[in-house]
């Protein structure tokens, strides 16, 4: 692509009680509501009964804004219902996203106060790059979404890679074909 690089806008997350999640990641990491929830119906919303297909009816859905304005839009489906949570803890074999990564200098706070508010640890935090300050963990919210809270920014931790003092370099995976 030719040009600036795209930013991101927001992230879609489907919770099966929207009211809930609204507070939760408002409580948690400060999220503000800007919109909803609102109903979302097939009949009359052209957008949501084309990209949703035609067993979608009805959802509720609301539209946070995290601190540096990217969007958190959030759908608790009535008719077909959201679907309960899987067995596995992290789908990470599943098509699409798998995880939501935040950023926040101290990772170990924001860890316990996921797990504080009913999330569930995954990974305590550890430094994941030997010799450098970046520390990550994984936790799941209360509905399951895997979250990924990170120290440094992503810029940061993964430009220029091999780091200077990192003690194993990553092993690169080459281009079939060339």
Known sequence: ????????????????????AIDWYGEVFGFRCIMGPR???????????????????????????????????LFQFIDPPTHDRRDELVPYLDRGPWHLCLT?????????????????LIAAPYEFVPGRPWILAYATDPWGTVLEI?????AEAFANWPQPGQTVPPTLVPRPGR
């Open 104 to 120: 926040h200098p101290d990772v170990q706070a924001t860890i316990d106060r996921i797990t504080e508010t009913g999330g569930t």
């Open 39 to 73: 109903v979302l119906e097939a009949a009359g919303h052209g957008e949501a009964a084309t990209v949703l297909g035609p067993r979608f009816r009805r959802a509720w859905q609301a539209h946070l804004l995290a601190g540096n304005s990217v969007g958190l839009e």
């Open 150 to 154: 990170m120290s440094h920014s992503y």
């Open 1 to 20: 692509m030719s040009g600036p690089a795209l930013a991101v806008n927001h992230v879609g997350l489907t919770v099966p009680d929207v009211h809930a």
